[in-house]
Nanobody, 121 residues
């Protein structure tokens, strides 16, 4: 079954870049759309980006568009989130997810454990 493990989180300065990876060790995520969500302390979990099962279509939250890029490597069962021009408000635990795209929204059926991203000002 799908088993998602995030990596690549850490501490970066504002304006810097970071690339998150999410590997499906179960190698069962082929039919799924993939996405990234984040949750800051005291805040609700929010959508960041998603990508269709075939990697053709991507969606971004307004806060991410223009700065973040989601991609996937299907043969390696891995999805990435390249984050550029990071801001302190990007600080959050970032969660990888697998699910189904419904009118641009990702209905999540599998979650990763999360990776901490901290952006210092």
């Amino acid at each position: 079954q799908v088993q998602l493990v995030e990596s690549g989180g850490g501490l970066v300065q504002a304006g810097g870049s970071l690339k998150l990876s999410c590997a499906d060790s179960g190698r069962a995520s082929g039919p799924y759309a993939m996405g990234w969500f984040r949750q800051a302390p005291g805040k609700e979990r929010e959508f960041v980006a998603s990508i269709s099962w075939n990697g053709i279509t991507t969606y971004y939250a307004d806060s991410a568009e223009g700065r973040f890029t989601i991609s996937r490597d299907r043969p390696k069962y891995t999805v990435f989130l390249q984050m550029n021009s990071l801001k302190p408000e990007d600080t959050a635990v970032y969660y990888c997810a697998a699910g189904d795209l419904r009118v641009g929204a990702l209905k999540v059926v599998h979650w990763g454990q999360g990776a901490q991203v901290t952006v210092s000002s």
